[in-house]
């Protein structure tokens, strides 16, 4: 699967209810799309080797590769079965605001800021969406998913 830094979409009104800022992620089956100006994409990742029901606590695991992509994909690793993968990446977030975050998984994935759960898609399941919406100051913030 390819993924594609997009533009953002245009600005709603300013009589509209709720003013979105224009950064988004998607993950859908290991990828992330991200609306932001100018966006580039330097993701870390790590793979991890297991079977897991749930997503594990990875700092007491060991990754079996580590890499950087510019993409959130399954392509950075030759595993197909009983893998785990860890993206992280560094956003800035232009102004203070409310932000939607969403993941697409079949089987688990979680979305943190900064450490916290934005977004907890995890277990096995077949392909499922779930969505949150946060208040993220301006200025960088630890993405991990």
């Known amino acids: 699967m390819e993924c594609t830094l ?27 799309f991200a609306w932001a100006p ?4 330097d993701f870390d990742f790590e793979v991890y080797d297991g079977s897991f029901d749930v997503l594990p606590n990875f700092g007491a695991l060991t990754p079996i590769a580590t890499g950087t992509s510019t993409t959130i994909d399954v392509s ?19 102004t203070t605001g409310d932000y939607e975050f969403y993941t697409n998984s079949d ?7 900064d450490g916290a759960v934005v977004v907890d898609n995890d277990g096995l399941h077949a392909p499922v969406s779930v969505a949150n919406l946060t208040t993220l100051s301006a200025g960088q913030h630890l993405l991990r998913v």
């Open 6 to 32: 997009l533009r953002p979409p245009p600005q709603p009104p300013a009589s509209s209810i709720r003013q979105l800022a224009c950064l988004a992620l998607v993950v859908s089956i290991g990828c992330l």
């Open 107 to 113: 089987d688990g994935s979680v979305l943190y800021i």
């Open 38 to 41: 100018q966006a580039t994409a």
């Open 76 to 94: 950075v690793t030759s595993q197909t079965e009983t893998f785990a993968l860890v993206f992280t990446i560094q956003i800035d977030v232009p």
